[in-house]
């Protein structure tokens, strides 16, 4: 069984936070917990601190049963790791996880779930809300309280505060930027929760969606992750082309960044989607964001304005990014970053 203890008399009150317990449904990749997923962990931290955490996590093979014992040692608030193991399970499909989810609360009662708000979070938790018949609260940025949020509005323009009241599960997407946690490597011990076997003796009978498994395609590079990484270039539509984009690719590369994009970028086929930063792409908040040839449209700002140090290059004074940009240099990208290609050192 991997019921928590005393999720089953949670109820509305003063003694909220006494019956907290929390499921994080966690991504892993490589047979490493997602940093993202950590940061979930964090976030069901700050919903109260006698929360029992429990990790969620599915998947078939070595590297589920791998991403597990890291996610056992990943953050010391971890209660116990429930792993799911099935080839049904193999990909991370909303329709199948979606119904994990719901076994798995049905078994657990837990108070709340949290998922960060990737684009398997976002797929998967609407469904489970549904199944559940709760509305889920999306895209949290800081937790008040066992029952109170506060997430952005308009495109990041304004902040809403939510009282959530009700039924439960109270469920949860944040924003991973919100929720920093130090890099966690592989072989980090810090604590070791126990794993437990999800019994899925029930879910095998499960009509298993519409959806099918296709191919996964990602860049193979050695920068880091876009949604994590300290500094971030980004370029924009005044690129020109995929070959002039390079520049962007060469200047990450030598200040150790990942490599940002505005969606029209992606759109005139530069860079793959992955790497659009914005409202309907990553939101990111590195310590140093770089960027080349962007307008500063609403959408690109929602997605990137909460970095430490902005840095805009654009050759039109107006340009809305300087608005937002702690440093801004008028010019033509073009000369730029040649020249701080030549003056920075070799990493
Ligand atoms: P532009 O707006 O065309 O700006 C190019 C800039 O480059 C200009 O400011 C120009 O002065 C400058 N420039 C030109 N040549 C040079 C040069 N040689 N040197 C230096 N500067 C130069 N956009 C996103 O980015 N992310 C999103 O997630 C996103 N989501 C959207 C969602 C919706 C529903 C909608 C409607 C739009 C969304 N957009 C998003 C699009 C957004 O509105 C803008 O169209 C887009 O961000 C503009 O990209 P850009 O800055 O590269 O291009």
């Known amino acids: ?20 317990s929390t499921l994080v449904l966690a991504e892993h990749e490589g047979g490493s917990v997602k940093t993202s997923s ?17 990790v969620l996590l599915a998947g078939s093979g070595p590297s589920l049963h791998e991403a597990a014992s890291h996610a056992a040692s990943c953050h010391p608030s971890i209660s116990q790791v429930l792993v799911a193991d099935s080839d049904k399970l193999a990909y991370p499909l909303a329709e199948p996880w979606a119904e994990l989810v719901h076994l798995v609360q049905q078994e657990g009662g837990y108070s709340h779930i949290i998922a960060a708000s990737s684009s398997f979070g976002k797929n998967v938790l609407p469904r489970v809300a549904a199944l559940l018949d709760v509305s889920p609260v999306t895209d949290v940025i800081e937790i008040s309280g066992p029952q109170l949020f506060v997430r952005p509005i308009y495109a990041g323009n304004a902040l809403c505060t939510v009282r959530y009241a009700g039924a439960n599960p109270c469920m949860l997407t944040i ?3 919100s929720f920093p946690v130090a890099p966690i490597s592989a072989d980090s011990k810090c604590n070791t929760a126990p794993v437990t076997q999800v019994d899925l003796s029930t879910f095998i009978e499960v009509t298993l969606g519409k959806s099918r498994y296709l191919n996964h395609s990602s860049q193979e590079t050695e920068r880091p992750d876009l949604g994590n990484a300290r500094v971030v270039v980004t370029g924009g539509r005044a690129l020109k082309s995929a070959e002039n984009f390079k520049l962007i690719e060469k200047l990450a590369e030598k200040l150790g960044a990942a490599v940002g994009a505005t969606r029209a970028a992606v759109d005139a086929g530069f860079v793959p989607n992955e790497l659009q930063v914005g409202q309907t792409g990553k939101i990111v908040a590195p310590e140093l964001y770089m960027a080349f040839g962007v307008s500063g449209a609403i959408q690109h700002l929602a997605g990137m304005r909460d970095s430490k140090f902005i840095v805009a290059v654009n050759k039109d004074a107006d340009a809305p990014i300087f608005q937002v940009a702690d440093y801004g240099l008028v010019g033509d990208l073009f000369e730029i970053i040649p020249e701080l290609l030549e003056k920075l050192p070799e990493k």
């Open 38 to 54: 950590v940061s979930a962990v964090a976030a069901a931290k700050a919903i109260s601190e006698e929360n029992s955490i429990s």
């Open 175 to 177: 924003r991973s930027t």
């Open 1 to 20: 069984s991997f019921s928590p203890s005393s999720s089953s008399s949670f109820s509305h009150g003063t003694a909220i936070s006494r019956f907290v």
